[in-house]
């Protein structure tokens, strides 16, 4: 497969640059990226008046949650989980999860979305999706106690998932997901630790979302949760959802720490958790990824809003020009994204050698486009005046999984006919 | 005519309501909301499927500075004005407002706003435009003389505009701009005061949008911007756009005097000049509408984004429940909007009696709807999950502006062109 006439999205000695170039797709691998490639016998992509750049990655999201959309509004995190939601998530069924994530899956390729991870229960049917879907997944069977669930039922169930996986898909990878240090014990903390060491796979846990969770964390363990983070997953990758309420201290422990923040800028408003100051943490080193979270609380899974909110928001927190900017928020959407889940080797960019995990965004002057004209400034746009609507072909690993916005593996209105009908409200 | 099958949008009780009505215009106005109205001949808008609703009202903009979009991203507000924005305005042409003008009203018609209050300059360019649009403005010549502009040339260009009018297209009224207390010195205050009172017009003024506004109004008045405010506009009808910084003292002054706040969430954050405090505002029972800005630091002029934004934001400074909802936002785009401009008698609702300004948003089930699906709660969706694209058919007293998206009185594709070829950065 050939993509020819395009603007490709590349990083450039730490910057953001559009070149026009093509590019070589060969097994599922990008193999070349120049001008003008000649074809061979290879199907084309046209891709004229198209951004070419790497698909989006969402670090953060409960995908079946779609099903909570609109729900709820004006809540605080806690009354949110403990009053609204888990009781209703304790009556979901095995369908309702599974039609929950095909559709999920739809609205993210639709978006640009080609990987996201994800934590939630009856993780089965999301892996039985993913793999209809063609889509590039971290998933997890979650883990806690606090709750007066059995910690051994729990574990049984993640190893169950875990090793009935096809090892011949790695677009599947998996993570340990203790749900949060408020809502584990330490014997959970440390039950998921020697998962995570005994599986070899990276921790994936809720951290300091809201600002109830510092005392509670404190009230749990006896700790600062910094403290309790470090104690219990020092050495192991871990990948850190919210990370909102971080101080000073916290920061220097993060450091010390193989981790980074999976930043959900559209949640943490919608919940009122205020702002995480995201560009403090990149000047101290810290790697920080975007996230949509569940479309219960972030709204929907469309990871172009999560760019635009992020980057604006850092305004709502900082008067100077010292502040992340669009070409920050690219770079968090991809690269760091990849970084995150540990998957820098394969996805995030676009270079020789790795996955061709791609998609092409329409920017054609039409009247759709009218509040991205004139395009003085690509990348400026990219961020600020596109949606995931303008996603025009999404491709994961050499795959066409959405081509002109259309799908082959799946009867989208189908998916959202049945989805439609759910009402757990 | 008659738009038949909508979900009507309407205020009832302080409380947004989605009803199933028809609605019937005659002669510009809405003269009957009831259950099927019978066709006597009138023209039928189909609206299966989709929102009926008030036009949005844009309460602050620019809209000729379309040219600077996605330009100087990461400045503060006063580097920007001075070292970058004034500079290349100097050198427009007239023409180039002209275009800036038709291309920006196809962006507002295209995303639902029916009516916005404009500040620029060349306003007889802006005129024309609108009067060829078919779109409602409150236009003006803004006067400012601290940049040592002659400032009874400024108010004769103001006469002669005001005087120019047409007196039978009522669509286009006026204001008196003093454009802010940190660039008009008080005899030009006292000098806008003047002209507001004999020709009975509002005043539209920028008012404490940065934190450097405020130690400028000092030194210039020697006195607090709140309290100059008062000294000149007192008794009149004054739209301040952005009041980001005030503090409790202002905000009892404000109550003291007949004003409203036109707030630009995304313009705020672009620049750096943090969040303002609407929710409290509208407690203190100040009027708060809303705005884009100009496409130079608002990015566009969707007032679905403004709705979006402001509503999120206030998650960025509140950590309770008790804040702003999807329910006030709707209401601060259009009736709020509509007292802040002194329009309230013939726009901002739909109520017999009152002007035509009309929009239908499809939020029918298909893949570009997605992000909106299931559709639990549509009020919640049409803040969070609706973008301007969603406008099907914008009317303006009772005159139908687009149709399924397609305009007659303008030639989209060609004013498109004309505006992508202007290049003045």
């Given amino acids: 497969m050939i993509i020819k006439n ?3 999205l590349l990083f450039k000695n730490d910057d953001v640059v559009i070149e026009e170039k093509d590019v070589l797709i060969q097994e599922g691998k990008i193999t ?6 000649k074809a061979d016998g290879e199907e084309i992509i046209d891709a004229t008046d198209k951004i070419v750049m790497p698909g989006l990655i969402n670090t953060h999201t409960h995908i079946a949650m779609c099903l909570f959309r609109g729900t709820f509004e004006g809540c605080d995190l806690f009354t949110w989980l403990h009053k609204k939601i888990w ?7 095995k369908e309702q999860i599974y039609d929950a994530s095909i559709f999920s899956m739809i609205e993210m390729i639709a978006t640009g979305t080609t990987c996201f ?4 229960f009856m993780p089965e049917e999301t892996r039985k999706a993913a793999e209809k879907m063609g889509m590039r997944a ?3 069977r979650p883990l806690m106690d606090t709750d007066g669930s059995d910690l051994n039922v729990r574990i049984q169930e993640f190893r169950d998932f875990y090793e009935s996986r096809d090892e011949n898909n790695d677009l599947i990878t998996y993570s340990v997901a203790p749900h949060g240090l408020y809502t584990c014990s330490g014997n959970c903390l440390k039950k998921a630790r020697d998962l995570a060491v005994e599986y070899n796979l990276p921790i994936h846990v809720h951290f300091l979302e809201s600002i109830d969770e510092i005392n509670s964390i404190k009230e749990l363990h006896g700790e600062e949760a910094s403290k309790v983070l470090k104690k219990y997953f020092d050495g192991i990758h871990t990948i850190l959802a919210h990370g909102v309420k971080l101080n000073d201290q916290d920061i220097e422990v993060l450091k010390t720490m193989d981790c980074g923040i999976a930043h959900n800028p559209v949640s943490n408003l919608r919940l009122g958790c205020k702002i995480a100051d995201v560009t403090k943490y990149k000047k101290a080193g810290i790697t920080v990824a975007l996230g949509t979270d569940g479309a219960g609380s ?13 980057c604006l928001m850092q305004g709502g927190i900082y008067e100077d020009a010292d502040r992340i900017t669009s070409r920050d928020v690219i770079k968090m959407a991809t690269i760091e994204g990849a970084k995150l889940l540990g998957l820098e080797d394969r996805i995030g ?3 020789e050698g790795k996955d061709a995990d791609i998609i092409l ?3 054609s002057s039409k009247l759709d486009h009218i509040s991205m004209l004139p395009n003085h400034d690509i990348i400026s746009n990219l961020v600020y005046n596109t949606s995931g609507r303008d996603v025009d072909t999404t491709i994961v690993k050499g795959k066409i999984l959405m081509k002109n916005r259309k799908f082959e593996q799946v009867d989208v209105n189908e998916a959202i006919k049945k989805v439609n009908q759910i009402n757990i409200i």
């Avoid at 972030?298 to 992020?310: H, I, P, Q, V």
């Fill in 6 to 8: 395009g603007k490709v």
């Fill in 32 to 37: 070349k990226i120049e001008d003008q490639i």
């Fill in 87 to 93: 009781p209703i998530e304790d009556k979901l069924t």
């Fill in 117 to 120: 991870n994800d934590q939630y």
């Fill in 138 to 140: 971290v998933l997890t």
């Fill in 298 to 310: 972030g709204n929907n899974l469309d990871m172009f809003e999560s760019l635009r909110t992020a």
């Fill in 349 to 351: 960019s676009l270079e």
């Fill in 361 to 363: 965004v329409d920017i």
